[in-house]
């Protein structure tokens, strides 16, 4: 009996467990077969049958995965999803959709990706060898993320408020590109510097408004102040308008009593200086001896 060797043992055993799957007739080995498989199916083809999602293209799964549209906010392509052919895939009329993510662990084959009315669009980001991507006007569009993909040209003009911008691994990307993102973190940059230039004259607008309104708020105060004065002097000066019309009254009456004064004082004195008269006559007569008599004549 001739004795093989242990190389040989294995080989005769691998051959004996050979089979072939009863769908694309590959052989596959008994030996290595899942248990639980009920089948003879080669893996491909047994996760054919059992994962529909890998039965469709990419578009036939966007459609059954997404059947509402008004209602997604977010379109994923899921790890262990691999599309049996290669094609287009379009995204359209998603009014709500904010993100989409496209990325090569999915196994997706790509040859054109077009985006049509996703106006919320906010964050695209694929990692995948597309050869085109067509979108319309995305104007809230600020991350794009473009990786390993084979992409000669894209317009992103159409993306009015794209703030960040990656496209790695893009070897085949026209160099005017590469200039225009640099010319956009230039830009970034010098907007930057104007915003902080801007904040600045805005602080220095606000201080001088404060100095301002204080200044004004001093102003008033004085102003007041001023009015107060006004309207007491004014009361004052009524006051002495007052007093100067009740002293001239006064004076008036003052100069009347004078003058009734004066007058009386002017018949007391024509009284007196008759009395006298008429005494030194009398103090005449009685030095002469003679006997007075009045003078009735007078």
């Not at 799957?21 to 498989?37: A, D």
């Not at 084979?150 to 990307?173: H, Q, V, W």
């Not at 007093?243 to 009284?271: G, H, P, R, V, W």
């Amino acid at each position: 009996m001739k004795i093989r060797s242990r190389p040989e043992r294995e080989r005769e055993r691998e051959q004996n467990n050979m089979t072939k799957c009863s769908k694309c007739e590959k052989r596959i080995n008994l030996f290595t077969y899942p248990v639980g498989r009920t089948n003879s199916l080669c893996s491909e083809c047994f996760a054919k049958e059992n994962n529909p999602n890998n039965m469709v293209s990419a578009q036939e799964y966007l459609n059954q995965k997404y059947p509402n549209k008004e209602g997604v906010k977010s379109i994923v392509f899921e790890s262990n999803y691999q599309a049996t052919q290669s094609g287009d895939l379009l995204i359209a009329d998603f009014p709500n959709l904010i993100k989409i993510l496209l990325d090569n662990r999915a196994k997706l084959s790509i040859a054109k990706l077009e985006i049509r009315n996703c106006p919320q669009l906010s964050c695209l980001k694929v990692r995948n060898q597309i050869n085109e991507l067509v979108t319309d006007n995305l104007p809230n569009l600020t991350e794009l993320y473009l990786l390993n993909s084979n992409l000669t040209f894209f317009d992103i003009s159409k993306y009015p408020k794209l703030l960040r911008l990656n496209c790695e691994s893009n070897s085949n990307l026209t160099p005017p590109l590469q200039t225009l993102l640099q010319k956009i973190q230039t830009q970034e940059k010098e907007n930057q510097t104007k915003i902080t230039h801007l904040e600045q004259e805005l602080q220095s607008w606000k201080d001088l408004k404060e100095e301002l309104t204080t200044e004004l708020n001093q102003l008033k105060q004085q102003k007041e102040n001023l009015e107060t004065n006004i309207q007491e002097l004014h009361n004052k000066d009524f006051q002495k308008t007052q007093d100067l019309e009740n002293q001239q009254a006064e004076i008036k009456q003052l100069q009347s009593k004078i003058t009734l004064l004066e007058q009386q004082k002017n018949s007391y004195q024509t009284k007196f200086n008759n009395s006298l008269q008429f005494i030194k006559e009398v103090r005449k007569s009685l030095a002469q001896g003679e006997e007075w008599k009045p003078n009735l004549a007078k």
